[in-house]
């Protein structure tokens, strides 16, 4: 079995994996980050996005031989320990962004590179079409919208 | 209303751990010596299993277990059941084929059980699942419900796939009122299968403890204890006092994580087989196959009006599709759940429904949000719309002329319905969707050479699931109560444990703000506790749109026992007679002094039990309640859908929604509107997106989420909602519940504007930019060769 090393959330991880391990496994299963999420088998819902080297991605579509000597950040990394939430975080409460949590994760990650791409003054049409690579069954995406506009704004300050 | 209390848009306490992935779902929990389960599905439609041969697989590195159907029935684990029983016309029982959680014999549908492999990996259990090989012996598939009655018996005990034809109402008063009729409406309605896909996939986590011969069942259900109740009692794997299920954090459900599947049984008999903790985690596209669809009905329906537009009779004759087996509830979704339905917002004197229900060699079809509602309301209200136009009827005036305006309201179907204004959800939903403007809009549109429409759907339901008494007097199998139990720390916090079941709802919060506003205290003291069977006394779960209507009674009836203990007990302290104690913002007084005692004051003595003798009063601060609603809840409004398409390439934009629903006292606005949201969405989904087909051979060809089209943040647009409130009056807290609203009636609304944009009826759900492209082209040739 292959050996990989990455960075995790600042943390340098290193451990033999099979070959086929998917990096969504690699992160929930050896290192029982378990904030990234498996919601399909074809790259579709996005329940599992990560940064990897500061770009979103689909862990799910990822080796994790293939983060070898990267940097990876998940959703446990975005905030601080024992900090406050990252703004995307708190705007996600602040709308009720969420009601199953389950893909929110995803969301958040995917919003927070929204923000990187797009800038910070982000207009409804936008957002919708860049979340065309995440599904949420709960909310209608309605208040998802909403808190993602308002995170971006407020990520502008931090 | 305090800033916390009934009625505030409280930020749920729950998202914490939502939004910082700390959330604790089935597959998220790792048990100590957890081996894989893998299980082995049928790749046919229908075939005879001739043979299953497991000495390849058993062989594999890692491989702990084999098992297959044989082995269970020597197990004699028993069968998976329907716990609602139909009874035809002529009075005989629905037909119940058997359904063993693993096949054994033959198999029904593409994607049944056959085998499950158990390793120490989730890899090694792969690969050697591939390695069984199972001898078929392919039989013809049915596949079509509309002709399955003329096709050869799946199950012996259901001749013509017939499982039952059931009917209700009155036959000879409608075909009455059918002759008599001035005008009548008639559609061909197809109401599409659906495909839940709650973005959590089920998992399942059976474990055995061979020191206490006891079993745990971690899983994504929406009813821990009435899954406990199942498998122990009906499918016999573990008696009910030595099997704990723990349903954690669970992300959505909408009635597909309600059921008793294979699954779960098997990874629970499993664990016992081979000394290890058994998880199984779906996959999506094993997901597609292995969750209970939802919908999937053909429907005749005829409306009678008379001179003035009155609607005087309506005949309904559907078949349901209900899969290959009979799933948990599915006899009664498109029965009880649906025909009752069928008078709408209107006064009808006379309807009559007809309902068979077939089997196919499809996946099992139960409850998917709204559950046999979202198919009354698209019949009713399609019909009415339709009606109107071929009236030349105004669609908004058509309604008004038939709404029911005295309450309570008796139907021809069953239901009663207590309080509503449907007249005030229209003219509030008109106002807000300006549909004044219209016209105009309607004219800019066709400038830029769009067509525009504007539909209606104005909606009712029966949930607040449900009167044990009715339902039972149904052929329900169980009771549809709700149980709380109220528990005072000594240091004054609350714990309130409940039946219910939260997976998206907002419990946590909704709960604790009920608490925290009867009993005065601070709602960071409120704690909510529920989706474990050895926490929580029996409780039904969550579904129906039930956890407000019925759950928070049962919490409230258990806070008025509470509130009168803790009188007893501040009579103790403050020296006072019981009935001079008032209780108010969190604190005891006696009335008419300045006596008083705190909430946490009066909580410690209750345990401290210093001022009081045993045999006055027993200690502790802790009670329970078991409610029984009296009658189901009738939420109902007014959506009002605005679309443009592009007639050259079919796309429907919605260009605006108006939402104005009757959902009685509201909780928790914020949270409300949220499940508006997301039912509209998945309403829109069934209109404009979603369906499972199957080919001629019975495979499902929408098998995954490429090919499966589920709503994305683009299809939808933002909502506008608002709400008229008369409130429930069959429960203190005046709550109808809202869960499934959006989601029954949505697709009519959609379907109404489409159709009024483009000018023909002739088009069904979901009216992809192909299938509206087809019927603009149809309705033109025709009008051509007419011309």
Redesign the interface.
Known sequence: MPAVSMTVNGKAVTADVDPRTLLVQFLRENLRLTGTHVGCDTTQCGACVVHLDGVAVKSCTVLALQADGCNVLTIEGLAAPDGPLHPMQEAFREHHGLQCGFCTPGMVMTAVDIVRRKGHELDERTIRQELDGNLCRCTGYHNIVKAIAAGARAMKGA | MTATGIGAAV??K??????????Q?T??I?RPGEARAVFVRSPHAHAAIKRVDTAAAAAMPGVLAVLTGAELAADQIGHLICGWMIHSKDGSPMKMAPHPALAAGKVCYVGDPVAVVVAETL?QARDAAERIKVDYDVLPAVTDPAKAQAEPAIHEVAPRNTIYQWHLGDAKAVDAALRAARHVTRLDIVNNRLV??????RVAIGEYDRGNDSFTLWNTTQNPHVARLVISAFVRVAPEHKLRVIAP????G?GSKIFIYPEEVVCLWAAKKVGRPVKW?C???EAFLADAHGRDHVTHAEMAFDEGGKIIGLKVKTIANLGAYMSTFSSSIPTYLYATLLSGQYDIPAIYCEVDAVYTNTVPVDAYRGAGRPEATFVVERLVEVGAREQGIDPAELRKRNFIRSFPHQTPVIMTYDAGDYQASLKKAMELADVKGFGKRKRESMRAGKLRGLGYSTYIEACGIAPSQAVGSLGCGVGLWESAEVRVNPTGSVEVLTGCHQ????HETTFAQVVSDRLGIPIEQVSVIHGDTDKVQFGMGTYGSRSGAVGLTAVVKAIEKVEAKAKKVAAFMLEAAEADIEFRNGKFTVAGTDKSAAWGEVALNAYIAHKFAGAQLEPGLKESAFYDPTNFTFPAGCHICEVEIDPDTGRTEIVGWTAVDDFGKVVNP??V??QV??????GVGQALLEKAVYDKDGQLVSG???DYT?????H?P??KVDTTVTPCPSNPLGIKGCGEA?AIAAPAAVINAITDAIGTEDLAMPATPQAVWAAIRRAASMQKAAE
Do not use: C, W
């Open positions: 930020r749920r729950e998202d914490f751990r939502f939004v910082t992935g700390k959330g779902y597959d998220d790792s890899a839940p896909n709650a973005m959590e996939p954090d669970v992300g959505g909408f985690t996959d999506r596209s997976h998206g709802q907002g914020m949270i509107e949220g949201h997301g039912g509209v969405a998945q995954s989420l490429m589920m709503p994305r943040a683009e939808l933002t909502l959006g």
